[in-house]
């Protein structure tokens, strides 16, 4: 649901950009507007997203000019906007809020605009300017909770603790943003899946977030998670060591009138529902899946 997408030059159209331009697959058919180069943050030991970027903030006058490009292609047709890149929330109410109301003039139709956020940058705002984004249409924040054990986020340089995660979401939704956030199946390892689980579970029922997803670590090469497991000091658990880790996830998750997926392709089997109305019906297709070892063959995951 918010795991990250890499989008084609083609579909930015006018708008200038540097770099890759990642997005979640729910907002595909967001006009992107980048914002942000990189990530602020930039530390995280599983993400490359932004490794070859160096963070910085765009000048407001180039954003602005590339929304009024936008609008002369596509106008009226635009109905939600995404903010990139990685915490773009880092800018200040007065610069989001310039952006926002410019959007609002250009894109007369628009419904939503949705932007990724940390604990950090979503602590670092009132309550007040953040009331004031979401009555500006800022309708959606994507986090990255990762996991719920804050030795797991220290061992990857997460930059946040699970008990600020919680907190920041919590705010972001008081103020009516809602939160997609996103729980990554394997990133204890086979020596802490049982803690990434129960300690995920745990914030995610202290969270409520409107939308949730599980995705499945991928270590990708040159990031610092590959080089621990190359030196053994990290180990992948097996395609039915992921489902395990998710069916106690799911059996310790409380939360109410969430919207779950894991039908990422990172995942080995694709799942979707709402919580808690679906647990039962989707901890069962986990355990059919294990009895039949009916799991998503590997050359067809991916990120």
């Not at 880790?245 to 089997?269: C, D, G, I, Q, W």
Request: proline share 4%; aromatic share 6%.
């Amino acid at each position: 649901m918010n795991q990250p997408q890499a989008t084609s030059h083609q579909q930015l159209a006018t708008i200038r950009y540097i770099g890759n331009i990642f997005r979640p697959p729910s907002e595909a058919d967001s006009l992107l507007l980048q914002v942000t180069i990189g990530c602020s943050h930039n530390q995280c030991d599983f993400c490359a997203m932004y490794r070859d970027k160096q963070f910085r903030v765009r000048k407001l006058a180039d954003i602005i000019q590339d929304i009024e490009l936008a609008a002369e292609d596509y106008g009226s047709d635009v109905r939600r906007v995404f903010l990139c890149d990685g915490d773009a929330f880092v800018l200040s109410t007065a610069v989001l809020t310039a952006i926002l109301d410019r959007l609002h003039e250009c894109f007369p139709e628009l419904q939503r605009v949705g932007i990724y956020a940390n604990a950090r940058d979503i602590l670092a705002k009132s309550n007040e300017e953040l009331a004031l984004l979401h009555s500006k249409r800022l309708d959606i924040l994507y986090l990255g909770l990762e996991s719920g054990s804050d030795r797991i986020l220290k061992d990857n340089h997460k930059g946040a603790t699970a008990e600020q995660m919680v907190r920041a979401v919590n705010k972001a939704q008081a103020a009516g943003i809602k939160a997609s956030v996103i729980y990554l199946l394997g990133l204890g390892g086979t020596e802490l899946w049982q803690e990434n689980a129960l300690a995920s579970a745990k914030a995610v029922s202290q969270m409520n977030p409107a939308y949730l997803s599980a995705l499945t670590v991928t270590v990708v090469p040159g990031t610092p998670l590959h080089k621990r497991m190359a030196a053994g000091k990290f180990t992948l658990p097996d395609p039915a060591g992921f489902l395990k880790e998710l069916r106690l996830f799911l059996e310790n998750a409380n939360v109410k009138a969430t919207v779950f997926r894991s039908n990422h392709a990172s995942n080995y089997l694709a799942l979707a529902g709402r919580l808690p109305r679906d647990k039962a019906r989707l901890i069962q297709e986990i355990d059919d899946a294990l009895e039949q070892g009916t799991f998503r063959p590997e050359w067809s995951r991916g990120l």
